[in-house]
T-cell receptor
């Protein structure tokens, strides 16, 4: 089945530590996205990539970094510069706009907690 | 600046009733308006979407109504069921720009 796989499902980070969240898709989509979800805040865009080896900052990119070396993979690193990283992180990919089933497919998310 | 405003924040509906969630947008360049459904601990799933060339789209019990002049669109869930209890997000985008999401509505359908 085609889809998006996020791992791990739960992640705990110590103060001052960098952690990396994995996102893999087998949908052959060019565009991929990272969103952060906090209670009552909706989904806020962290980074996105329209094509391999290219990515753009979203609305809340500070304290985060990404890479897009392969079409299938778009990992997100939460750095120690992110002062409030506890949240639910969602990765998504987008089908081409010309397709009948145009839209975003989301992974099941990673819940990150600072301990 | 919040580009998509969603209301209400929470909604309680009796089983069999109609659930209505509203969204308003500011950017007139938006040309794609989806609704997503999210269950606890899961990622959002696309429910239904509309483009501004139509005023209404229906899929089963779910209907989007779109008012271009008022810059508003809404989700109607007919014959609401307990299994519809979830958080619903409206969103909007233009061209290939990333989706901008509303803050969500937590729907509870009670028997």
């Amino acid at each position: 089945d085609g889809g998006i796989t996020q791992s791990p499902k739960y992640l705990f980070r110590k103060e001052g530590q960098n952690v990396t969240l994995s996102c893999e898709q087998n949908l052959n989509h060019d565009a991929m996205y990272w969103y952060r979800q906090d209670p009552g805040q909706g989904l806020r865009l962290i980074y996105y990539s329209q094509i391999v080896n290219d990515f753009q900052k979203g609305d809340i990119a500070e304290g985060y970094s990404v890479s897009r070396e392969k079409k299938e993979s778009f990992p997100l690193t939460v750095t120690s510069a992110q002062k409030n990283p506890t949240a639910f992180y969602l990765c998504a990919s987008r089908s081409p706009r010309v397709t009948a089933n145009y839209g975003y497919t989301f992974g099941s998310g990673t819940r990150l907690t600072v301990v | 600046q919040q580009q998509v405003k969603q209301s209400p924040q929470s909604l309680i509906v009796q089983k069999g009733g109609i659930s209505i969630i509203n969204c308003a947008y500011e950017n007139t360049a938006f040309d794609y308006f989806p609704w997503y459904q999210q269950f606890p601990g899961k990622g959002p799933a696309l429910l239904i979407a509309i483009r501004p060339d139509v005023s209404e789209k229906k899929e089963g019990r779910f209907t989007i109504s779109f008012n271009k002049s008022a810059k508003q669109f809404s989700l109607h869930i007919m014959d609401s069921q307990p299994g519809d209890s979830a958080t619903y997000f409206c969103a909007a985008s233009s061209g290939n720009t990333p989706l901008v999401f509303g803050k969500g509505t937590r729907l509870s359908v009670i028997a």
